[in-house]
């Protein structure tokens, strides 16, 4: 059973940066287009950032587009999310997901994911 593994949340004041990582130990890494995901108290799970298996294309959501930057570096299964100019409406549950080459598109409903990651808490106060 595959199990992603994020870090790098905490708590930072408005304006701040975090960088997180997601971990994908024992994953073809590679073949799999992989996305961030939040959750904020009492509200609805939402997209933040995708990015395809081959790192060639990305999307973002409207409300982080130029303040949020998603990477890869396959050689080390591993994802990253940039945050900066961090605002309070940010604090959420942070989750990575990855599915098997499916388009950025499709990453972006966040629907049929392969596997999930258990999510790590970002905390921004004003």
């Known amino acids: 059973q595959v199990q992603l593994v994020e870090s790098g949340g905490g708590s930072v004041q408005a304006g701040g940066s975090l960088r997180l990582s997601c971990a994908a130990p024992g994953l073809t890494f590679s073949s799999y287009a992989m996305a961030w995901f939040r959750q904020a108290p009492g509200k609805e799970r939402e997209f933040v950032a995708a990015?395809?298996?081959?790192?060639?294309?990305?999307d973002y959501a409207d409300s982080v587009k130029g303040r949020f930057t998603i990477s890869r570096l396959n050689d080390k299964n591993t994802s990253y999310l940039l945050m900066i100019s961090l605002k309070p409406e940010d604090t959420a549950v942070y989750y990575c997901a990855v599915a098997w080459r499916k388009s950025i598109a499709t990453m972006a409903k966040g629907v049929a994911m392969d596997y999930w990651g258990k999510g790590t808490l970002v905390t921004v106060s004003s």
């Open positions: 990015i395809t298996w081959s790192g060639d294309s990305t």
